[in-house]
T-cell receptor
Framework: KNQVEQSPQSLIILEGKNCTLQCNYTVSPFSNLRWYKQDTGRGPVSLTIMTFSENTKSNGRYTATLDADTKQSSLHITASQLSDSASYICVVSDRGSTLGRLYFGRGTQLTVWP | EADIYQTPRYLVIGTGKKITLECSQTMGHDKMYWYQQDPGMELHLIHYSYGVNSTEKGDLSSESTVSRIRTEHFPLTLESARPSHTSQYLC????????????????FGSGTQLSVL
């Protein structure tokens, strides 16, 4: 069964600190992996999209890594800010259909305290 | 910022009422989607459309229906709302030309939080 598992479920850090969120998946055949940021009461916003051949991709203070062999990805947030408080969702796409089906994780709820 | 709009943002209604959730995008995207999301849970695809007059059911069984008469408009209708329909409904869109299937960038609306009493 294709699945996307994220850890931790929730995380609290102090402003200015770094953190790393994890995503493990079993989706096959793999097409790409995305990280989204979802603020409370809002829709998800894309942070990064990585294909099989990409090991790392950055978007400002966000850096995503991908190990397609072990089917693991991480999202590293540097020098956290209060505005980083949100749910971070890992999404994996397969290439087994023309739709390119998306499998969503349940997200990691990050809270940044001042 | 994505130009995709959902109305209303919040809706509280009684059981048995008919409701329509509106979704519009001004980006000219050919593909549009409806997702359902409960707190702390993953998004589930309930409907999608590849273009005008094209609609398909998604992975999650839903009693809702959709229509795509215009490119920019993708409303979702519940004929008779029930408490089990209480959830957040997210609309999204993408453009086929922005990438191969599965790699297109998705743009989400802000969602409609529906509560059925």
């Amino acid at each position: 069964k294709n699945q996307v598992e994220q850890s931790p479920q929730s995380l609290i850090i102090l402003e200015g600190k770094n953190c790393t969120l994890q995503c493990n998946y079993t989706v096959s055949p793999f097409s790409n992996l995305r990280w989204y940021k979802q603020d409370t009461g809002r829709g998800p916003v894309s942070l990064t999209i990585m294909t099989f051949s990409e090991n790392t991709k950055s978007n400002g203070r966000y850096t995503a890594t991908l190990d397609a062999d072990t089917k693991q990805s991480s999202l590293h947030i540097t020098a956290s800010q209060l505005s980083d408080s949100a749910s971070y969702i890992c999404v994996v796409s397969d290439r087994g259909s023309t739709l390119g089906r998306l499998y969503f994780g349940r997200g990691t709820q990050l809270t940044v305290w001042p | 910022e994505a130009d995709i709009y959902q109305t209303p943002r919040y809706l509280v209604i009684g059981t048995g009422k008919k409701i329509t959730l509106e979704c519009s995008q001004t980006m000219g995207h050919d593909k549009m989607y409806w997702y359902q999301q409960d707190p702390g849970m993953e998004l589930h695809l309930i409907h999608y459309s590849y273009g005008v007059n094209s609609t398909e059911k998604g992975d999650l069984s839903s009693e809702s229906t959709v229509s795509r008469i215009r490119t920019e408009h993708f409303p979702l209708t519940l004929e008779s709302a029930r408490p089990s329909h209480t959830s957040q409904y997210l609309c999204a869109s993408s453009e086929s030309r922005s990438g191969p299937p599965g790699k297109e960038k998705l743009f989400f609306g802000s969602g409609t939080q529906l509560s059925v009493l």
